[in-house]
């Protein structure tokens, strides 16, 4: 071996070593626990018992409940994150718009805010007695407060709106990047054929945003699914009634309240699976990595 590759195993090792600890190392181990008994009575003296915490979490019914709400979760804000994102894109990416910069500042805000900030501040404003948002909807449109956070739905719902402010800044960078990348030629020969902005959109636009986008709503599902942070913080841990989960969310209560381990390992193992079926089945029903001429 030359000094050449001596020097690249040298840069890499870290990097290497730095990723088997982080990743492979608590993946298998996540494994290794969810054949095995591990709970609070059994910390220290835990055992492989096979298949059995897998049989809980699919002969439980609760599974199917959250894994539903995870589902309705993940489609109703990756939906919104693309619609508010794309059309906020094709907004600022607009030669007649003044003030891009101070728009697009404006716009990323709450992609740039750390999640837990965005979080708590949301679920103040939720607050049923002096939040913001009862107090609009009772100055403003003369109805009645809403219990946000003592409802199963309401509390669901504030959990989904907190969540879409926060992710469709990232949509609205990826979709105007493809955006800035489609030659305005075409544009300026569909003008010439005489077609309608719909047309364009329709015929031009989505044709060259889909290999950017595609990837990017794999992320946002994959991101969305795992999103312990909006549900934990608004709707404090769950409540009311453990009626606001969702898989992710059960996992930590399972593992760091109910000290469960065996049953969140398995448990989690399940979500990624879930996720990699999604993932790849999405990438290749949208076509992402194929060119788009």
């Not at 609009?136 to 989904?160: D, G, H, Q």
């Not at 290999?211 to 795992?226: E, K, S």
């Amino acid at each position: 071996m030359n000094r050449k590759n001596l020097l690249i195993i040298a840069f890499l090792l870290p990097a290497v070593l730095i990723m088997f600890g982080v990743i492979v190392y608590p993946f298998i181990y996540n494994i290794i626990l969810s054949f095995s008994n591990m709970s609070l009575r059994h910390f220290r003296d835990w055992k492989i018992i096979g298949l059995r915490q897998y049989v809980k979490v699919f002969s439980e019914n609760t599974f199917y409940v959250v894994f539903l709400k995870t589902i309705i979760w993940t489609f109703v804000n990756v939906t919104f994150h693309v619609v508010i994102g794309v059309f906020l894109a094709l907004i600022l990416n607009r030669k007649s718009l003044k003030f891009k910069q101070i728009f697009r500042t404006l716009l990323i805000l709450p992609w740039a805010i750390p999640q837990v900030i965005t979080a708590l501040t949301w679920r103040s404003m939720f607050n049923y007695e002096y939040g913001a948002i009862n107090i609009f909807i009772a100055k403003y449109l003369n109805m009645s407060p809403v219990e946000w956070l003592l409802r199963p739905f309401e509390a669901f719902t504030a959990c989904i709106i907190t969540n879409i402010w926060l992710g469709f800044p990232f949509m609205m960078v990826v979709a105007l990047g493809g955006l800035q990348s489609i030659p305005n030629e075409l544009y300026e020969a569909a003008d010439i054929d005489g077609a309608s902005a719909w047309q364009k959109f329709k015929n031009i636009t989505v044709p060259f945003l889909r290999p950017v986008m595609a990837p990017a709503i794999t992320l946002g599902i994959i991101w969305t699914f795992n999103n312990l942070n909006i549900v934990w913080l608004v709707s404090n841990g769950g409540e009311p009634s453990d009626q606001t989960h969702i898989l992710v969310s059960y996992v930590y209560k399972a593992a760091f309240n109910l000290y469960r381990y065996g049953y969140a390992a398995a448990l989690s193992v399940v979500i990624f699976f879930i996720l990699l079926v999604i993932g790849i089945y999405f990438l290749k029903k949208t076509r992402a990595v194929e060119s788009v001429y």
